[in-house]
């Protein structure tokens, strides 16, 4: 792929590896070549994907491919801007135009005069903003707020959405002809659980990451805790991918991560117990599966009482060290036994030489 340049505001160490952020998946590879074509075009480009799957990491490859990336790579908001005020922010407005306007403002338009604009979360523009942009997106003109002279700027268009922006056109609260202007080609980023082949990659990229941003020393995960990871639904994506290696990097212990990924899978029990009664049961074996739930909420609650320390919560359900870590495998804890022996294990909360004092800054694969 061409090589990613940088603005002055950008640094390398700013992203991750391409290598990392589209992995071995083959829908990815054929994102990545989609990608790297697109970004020697000037035309309106659309990122769309599920929260968290990287659609704003995919724009700054985009603008840091191209012909642009001497200018600004200018990122507005969408959603975080009041309505009453997204006109102003994005066409500046003239001294004078209203009441506190003591002088005239560029807005975000004009600053990404030849680079690329970044539209985050398009689908919660203001439908009479999209009509104004549209001119802009035909022929690179408009007017400030309050002004009475057209200007012209050389502004590259690329749109985030999160959610299908056609379904949006259908309840009115989109314009079709806006819609034609910003996707003339569009990206769809898959959810991490289409990727599952890439995860060994992101996994061992994110705790590297965190490791040096706290200063820690932690094992990689076993092969077990992947496995576990790979049939994982990921419903966050890369962004709750990203924040429980953060918690696997300051606790040291696998046994937070994976009682996280159970107790995401498995819906909270309601009061009573369901039982299927359209057919005989066995109430020895009814018995023991709500005993088996029970047991295992209470474990996970007291580990995370305990700061996942094993010896400590093995004292408060007054069991024995072995017994709890037979019950953390035996409650679908896969691979927890092996954290107690071998070269490669997980060290316990409190380890030398992490400093916790500094702060991670989250990953841009999640954005």
């Not at 790579?73 to 801007?81: D, E, F, N, T, Y």
């Not at 696998?254 to 990924?261: F, P, R, T």
């Not at 909270?268 to 049961?281: L, R």
């Not at 679908?332 to 992490?354: F, I, Q, V």
Request: aromatic share 4%; glycine share 8%; net charge positive.
């Amino acid at each position: 792929m061409t090589t990613v340049r940088f603005s002055e505001h950008e640094t390398q160490s700013d992203l991750p590896p391409v290598e990392v952020i589209f992995g071995r998946t083959a829908e990815m590879h054929v994102i990545r070549r989609k990608l790297e074509m697109v970004a020697k075009t000037n035309v309106a480009v659309l990122v769309q994907g599920e929260s968290g799957t990287g659609k704003e990491l995919c724009a700054r490859l985009i603008h840091g491919t191209s012909e642009r990336i001497a200018g600004e790579l200018v990122k507005v908001s969408c959603p975080a801007i009041p309505q009453g005020l997204i006109e102003t922010e994005l066409f500046g407005y003239e001294k004078g135009a209203f009441t506190g306007a003591h002088s005239t403002k560029r807005g975000r338009l004009e600053q990404a005069h030849g680079g690329t604009l970044l539209l985050d979360e398009v689908g919660s523009l203001d439908i009479g903003v999209q009509s104004k942009l549209l001119q802009v997106l035909q022929d690179g003109s408009f007017m400030r707020v309050g002004g009475h002279e057209m200007r012209n700027i050389q502004t590259r268009v690329v749109s985030v959405a999160n959610r299908d922006l056609r379904e949006q056109v259908a309840d009115g609260t989109f314009r079709l002809d806006f819609l034609y202007r910003i996707n003339a080609v569009t990206i769809s980023l898959p959810p991490l659980r289409r990727r599952t082949e890439d995860l060994p990659q992101l996994v061992d990229y994110l705790i590297d990451r965190h490791a040096r941003a706290f200063n820690a020393n932690v094992a990689p995960l076993s092969r077990n805790v992947m496995r576990l990871m790979q049939k994982y639904d990921w419903p966050g994506n890369m962004r709750q991918l990203d924040n429980l290696i953060r918690s696997y990097v300051l606790m040291g212990s696998e046994d937070a991560l994976i009682a996280e990924l159970i107790e995401e899978e498995r819906p909270a029990p309601k009061g009573t117990v369901e039982v299927d009664v359209s057919q005989p049961m066995s109430l020895k074996l009814v018995t023991r599966k709500a005993t088996h739930e029970l047991e295992r909420q209470i474990i996970v609650k007291v580990l995370k009482a305990n700061n996942w320390n094993r010896q400590k919560t093995a004292k408060w359900l007054k069991i024995s060290y072995r017994s709890l870590l037979y019950k953390l495998n035996d409650l679908g804890a896969t691979g927890t036994a092996e954290l107690n022996g071998g070269a490669g294990r997980a060290k316990e909360p409190g380890r030398a030489g992490a400093g916790l004092s500094s702060v991670a800054e989250p990953s841009n694969l999640i954005q």
